[in-house]
């Protein structure tokens, strides 16, 4: 995983993308309705298959003379407004991103990967 340097008056510091990583997720997770997907236990069998096989990260950073472009899958609740809830996620995600690093986010890229019932779907009529 790459880490970004921050100048530092005396000496540098270096912050890995898995720390940018943990403090998205954590941002995400406290918006009402939305289940980030850095928990693997709590995914379907298949999906979860897939992302520990690493074909498909839930978050990734792109770090580019110290700019970030976040991109993050989410779970939501049902019943949760998904524009709404995909916009509440950008702006606390970047807020706390650059407030904990100083590292500028440019982007935070939402990708809504499913829907959590509290109860399961029923196939039968």
């Not at 995983?1 to 990583?21: C, E, H, W, Y």
Request: net charge negative; glycine share 6%.
């Amino acid at each position: 995983m790459q880490n970004t340097q921050v100048k530092q008056p005396k000496g540098s510091l270096r912050i890995s993308q898995d720390v940018i990583a943990t403090i998205a997720c954590k941002a995400a997770s406290e918006i009402e309705g939305v289940i980030p997907i850095d928990n693997m236990d709590n995914m379907g069998t298949i999906r979860s298959f897939v992302v520990k096989k690493g074909i498909h990260k839930p978050i990734s950073i792109n770090l580019s003379d110290d700019v970030a472009v976040i991109d993050m899958m989410i779970d939501l609740k049902e019943g949760t407004n998904i524009p709404e809830a995909a916009e509440k996620v950008q702006v606390s995600v970047k807020n706390a991103v650059q407030n904990m690093t100083g590292i500028t986010v440019s982007k935070v890229n939402i990708q809504v990967a499913g829907i959590v019932f509290d109860e399961p779907l029923s196939t039968e009529d």
